[in-house]
Nanobody, 121 residues
Framework: QVQLVESGGGMVQPGGSLRLSCAAS????????MSWVRQAPRKGPEWVSS????????YYRESVQDRFTISRDNAKNTLYLQLDSLKPEDTALYYC??????????????WGQGTQVTVSS
């Protein structure tokens, strides 16, 4: 059984930072590209970032490219997303997802339960 458990979310002021973690189990983590997807209230899923199986190649949506950093530790079966210089528009439920950008965006079954990030003063 595939399991993805996100953690690390919370409330932070604009300009603040958070580090999200995703603990994966039930599948061969190191053989899958992984992604982060977020969803704000009344909006559709928005792809945020992806990382290759070996962690050497990363992808970001333009609005977060200079502020977020995706990484993974295959030995620990864990995916991370470092969020820096947070803005109110980053407020959303953040999901860890198994698969590429294309798969992660449309396949909600590949998501974890999500962790809430709220950026507010």
């Amino acid at each position: 059984q595939v399991q993805l458990v996100e953690s690390g979310g919370g409330m932070v002021q604009p300009g603040g930072s958070l580090r999200l973690s995703c603990a994966a189990s039930g599948f061969s983590f190191s053989t899958y590209e992984m992604s982060w997807v977020r969803q704000a209230p009344r909006k559709g899923p928005e792809w945020v970032s992806s990382i290759s199986t070996d962690g050497r190649t990363t992808y970001y949506r333009e609005s977060v490219q200079d502020r977020f950093t995706i990484s993974r530790d295959n030995a620990k079966n864990t995916l991370y997303l470092q969020l820096d210089s947070l803005k109110p528009e980053d407020t959303a439920l953040y999901y860890c997802a198994r698969g590429s950008r294309t798969i992660a965006t449309v396949d909600r079954g590949s998501w974890g339960q999500g962790t809430q990030v709220t950026v507010s003063s």
